[in-house]
């Protein structure tokens, strides 16, 4: 599952430099995730790091965009390669 920042969002930019996968960029308002490249870490660590370091727990799973692990690792390898 993708994961979205909420309007909790304080606009401080913690989560950008975490990202392995460069989904989080600047939106109109809030910081937004690409869920087209958010893999929840998966392949990297063994949690999501842009969770991990939110100052107000602005970053929670995407209900629209529901993956299992194994999805997750492939679209990891179709980012990255291998």
Do not use: W
């Not at 990297?44 to 929670?60: G, K, L, N, S, T």
């Amino acid at each position: 599952m993708a994961l979205i920042i909420t309007d909790e969002c304080i606009n401080c930019a913690a989560c950008v430099a975490e990202c392995p996968n460069e989904a989080i960029s600047e939106g109109d308002l809030i910081y937004v995730i690409n869920s087209d490249l958010c893999t929840e870490c998966v392949g990297f660590y063994d949690e999501p790091q842009c969770v991990m370091v939110c100052p107000v727990d602005a970053i929670v799973p995407d209900p629209d965009h529901k993956e299992d692990r194994e999805t997750l690792l492939e679209k990891k390898k179709r980012i990255h390669g291998s």
